[in-house]
Nanobody, 121 residues
Framework: QVQLVESGGGLVQPGGSLRLSCAAS????????MSWVRQAPGKGLEWVSD????????SYEDSVKGRFTISRDNAKNTVYLQMNSLKPEDTGVYYC??????????????WGQGTQVTVSS
């Protein structure tokens, strides 16, 4: 069965960095775009970034441009999100999802369990 497992979240001070990973299994990873989506406390889902199947087309939400970098390793069936210059408003649960431009729960059939990112001093 399809599984997406995120890791790498944690507590970091403003200005710090984290690298999230999402390990995929149960489908041909190299054929699918992948998205990172986050949910801030008390708010709805927000698309953060996505990457096409080959990794040569990347997209970012405006507030993370220049700070976050999405990448993938198709040999390892893993997608990454490098997050630099983190701000308190980046706090939330980060999910990976199969597909591009995923903005709501019903726009992807497959989601990870989420990893908590907390940016606080």
């Amino acid at each position: 069965q399809v599984q997406l497992v995120e890791s790498g979240g944690g507590l970091v001070q403003p200005g710090g960095s984290l690298r999230l990973s999402c390990a995929a299994s149960g489908f041909t990873f190299s054929r699918y775009a992948m998205s990172w989506v986050r949910q801030a406390p008390g708010k709805g889902l927000e698309w953060v970034s996505d990457i096409n199947s080959s990794g040569d087309s990347l997209s970012y939400e405006d507030s993370v441009k220049g700070r976050f970098t999405i990448s993938r390793d198709n040999a390892k069936n893993t997608v990454y999100l490098q997050m630099n210059s983190l701000k308190p408003e980046d706090t939330g649960v980060y999910y990976c999802a199969q597909g591009a431009a995923v903005e709501s729960w019903d726009e992807s059939d497959y989601w990870g369990q989420g990893t908590q990112v907390t940016v606080s001093s």
